[in-house]
């Protein structure tokens, strides 16, 4: 479907006709099951805004403004903009049909909450497949994650008390699976969930059921009582649409999306994000105003000294290119472990705290920064004294870096800047 979408736009884009392009969107959303219903009011209220805003912007093209229009419009009905999952520690339940990807995504999200710093333990409650125990067993070991289960063991629930025994941050049960939701699997869902008292509850949907997970959803929500959703297999599913929007209408939000059989194939879901991906346009316009006024930023920067200010000035800026993954992603780079992007921001807070308790005396001579100030800032940050003295440690480098730039009289930005494609 996806290819058809992009097709339609790239042509939009390209001087193309907005009811031809509409067309092809409709017929790329029900290839990929989307409800016939729910593609028809997309259409109508795309018309209608449409109409309606360019009224509003008689300035704005009437592609530009179609274009915009249509992306925000498809955005909304896979979910709108994406909520981030909690990364603290709790019990997550999975929940789901035979073969949906349940012990998959289990090692899937240990590797997650691992990567950002939390303590995982896996716990297999798939009592009634000799192999879920190895399976589980040899995925933990993979990932290199704690394992609990009972080999042999006949009672789901009796495992499930032991494993809150264990210590850890996230636990995450992985449950067994029927062909429908009977009323046996929903009774031991049931029971398990009475002991467990999982702060989330995630049914597992594989992509390639389009849009009858909005039917898996509601019976799941109804029955056991569902958080929200990862929807597995969407690498060469062709309806992933349909099960995206499904879940949407369901009223329950899908908090991660699985694109592969490896522990490391798992994304938070944002719908934003992913239309933007999907419809293919790395866009470069909206990155080069990001970095517009930066470059007569540097000129200005290499005249005048390094210091705390300018430090920070340059730290800031960075920051303020939006979310660092969406910048790189424009440029084509997907995969960009996720800690590193979340290392960059949580550094980025602290380092604003630290800077802000430093005096204009302070930020000028860094050079005055001994024993007692450095303890200062920290408390007054409410950072360690370790933070400061890493603050000091990157704003002594970037000086370095920034004067071997000065040298080479901003010949590297020219470089960087032709990389990315953004000179010729
Ligand atoms: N291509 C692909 N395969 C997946 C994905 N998630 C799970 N699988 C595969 O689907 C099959 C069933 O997965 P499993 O986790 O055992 O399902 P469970 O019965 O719900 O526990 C396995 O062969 C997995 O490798 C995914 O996101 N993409
Ligand atoms: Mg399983």
Not at 14 to 33: C, F, K, P, T
């Amino acid at each position: 479907m996806l290819e058809r979408i992009r097709n339609a736009f790239e042509r939009l884009r390209l001087g193309g006709d907005v009811d031809d392009a509409l067309r092809e969107i409709q017929r790329a959303l029900i290839l990929s099951d989307v409800n016939v219903k729910t593609v028809k009011e997309l259409t109508e209220r795309i018309k209608e805004r449409i109409r309606e805003e360019k009224k509003k912007y008689p300035g704005v093209p009437a592609r530009d403004l179609a274009y915009k229009i249509i992306f925000e419009e498809i955005v909304n009905i896979m979910g709108g903009k994406g909520r981030p999952f909690p990364v603290v520690p709790q019990k997550i339940l999975l929940v789901g049909l035979f073969g949906s990807g349940k012990t998959t995504t289990a090692a899937k999200l240990a590797k997650w909450f691992k990567k950002r710093g939390l303590k995982p333990l896996l716990v297999a409650l798939d009592v009634h497949r000799p192999a879920a125990y190895h399976q589980l067993k040899q995925l933990a070991e993979k990932v290199g994650v704690d394992f609990y289960g009972e080999e042999g063991a006949r009672d789901p629930v009796g495992i499930a008390e032991k494993a809150l025994e264990v210590q850890t941050d996230v636990y995450i049960f992985d449950s067994a699976g029927r062909s429908a939701l009977d009323d046996e699997l929903m009774e031991e869902l049931r029971r398990i969930k009475e002991v467990v008292i999982p702060d989330k509850t995630l049914l597992v949907i594989p992509a390639d059921i389009g849009q009858v997970a909005a039917r898996e959803a509601r019976e799941f929500n109804e029955r056991v009582g569902i958080d929200g959703v990862v929807i597995t297999k969407m690498d060469g599913s062709g309806k992933a649409g349909g099960a995206l929007t499904a879940c949407h209408e369901a009223g329950v939000p899908v908090y991660f999306i699985g694109t592969g059989e490896s522990p490391d194939d798992l994304e938070e879901f944002d719908a934003e994000r992913f239309v933007g991906r999907l419809l293919g346009v790395p866009d470069l316009k909206a990155l080069m105003e990001r970095f517009q006024g930066k470059e007569e930023d540097l000129e200005e920067l290499l005249k005048g000294e390094f210091d705390i200010n300018a430090f920070y000035k340059q730290l800031k800026a960075f920051n303020e290119m939006g979310p660092l993954d969406k910048v790189l992603q424009m440029l084509g780079i997907s995969t960009v472990p996720e800690d590193v992007i979340e290392d960059a921001r949580k550094k980025f807070k602290k380092y604003d705290a630290i800077y802000k308790s430093m005096t204009k005396q302070e930020r000028a001579h860094p050079e005055i920064l001994n024993e007692s100030r450095i303890r200062r800032i920290a408390r007054g940050s409410g950072t360690t004294v370790e933070d400061v003295r890493a603050f000091l440690r990157d704003y002594r480098r970037a000086k370095k870096m920034f004067e071997k730039l000065r040298k080479s009289r901003g010949r590297n930005l020219e470089r960087i800047l032709k990389r990315m494609g953004m000179r010729p």
